[in-house]
Structure formats: C-alpha cells, structure tokens
Nanobody, 115 residues
Framework: QVQLVESGGGVVQAGGSLRLSCAGS????????MGWYRQAPGKQRELVAT???????TYADSVKGRFTIDRDNAKNTLYLQMNSLKPEDTAVYFC?????????WGQGTQVTVSS
C-alpha cells in the first residue's frame, strides 16, 4: 500500500508552465508503473503519462512534446513537467501507482489554464 500526495497545481496563462509533484508515503522503488491522469469537468478520467521503474515512458498524444514525466526514487517522488500549456489542459490531475491488482490514487491537484 502507498499513499500519494500531489502538489504544484495552480492557475497559469496559456503558453505557461507548471511542475506537478507526487510524494509517496513510502519507497516507490519497487512500484513498476506510476503515472499521471487528469479529469476535466463533465469528462472521464484520462491517462496523461506513465513511467516504469526502468524509466520507460508513455504519453497521451495530446501532451506529447509538451509534458515530461519523471520519477526520483530516492525522494519517493513522481513529477510532471508541463510546458506550453493550453486551456484544454485544464483539469484535476491525479497521481497513480500500480501495485497489481490494486491502483492507488492521490487526492488530485487542480490545474487551470486561462486563455
């Protein structure tokens, strides 16, 4: 089991940047897959990016080239660097850890991009 706490959300103008952090309550070294998801009002939660313990990353097409996912196992922290933000990136962003058969989620952090 792991508890996850996101931070770093806020309000930013289009074209700006934000860096989200997700702190784990214990070592994330053994967690093979961690990721970021987001949910906009009235929409389903969607995958943004994932990273394995070996550093392999995947991204949603909508964020490729703009967002970068990274993890620091020594600090038990997952990151999401978001550049060139667009109004359609506005959502609550959630951190996720996969410990099969369970998924663990943080409480979410709001990102609002103004045009």
């Amino acid at each position: 089991q792991v508890q996850l706490v996101e931070s770093g959300g806020g309000v930013v103008q289009a074209g700006g940047s934000l860096r989200l952090s997700c702190a784990g309550s214990r070592s994330i070294f053994s967690i093979n897959v961690m990721g970021w998801y987001r949910q906009a009002p009235g929409k389903q939660r969607e995958l943004v990016a994932t990273i394995t313990s070996g550093g392999t990353t995947t991204y949603a097409d909508s964020v490729k080239g703009r967002f970068t996912i990274d993890r620091d196992n020594a600090k038990n922290t997952l990151y999401l660097q978001m550049n060139s933000l667009k109004p359609e990136d506005t959502a609550v962003y959630f951190c996720n850890a996969q410990l099969p058969p369970w998924h663990f989620w943080g409480q979410g952090t709001q990102v609002t991009v103004s045009s």
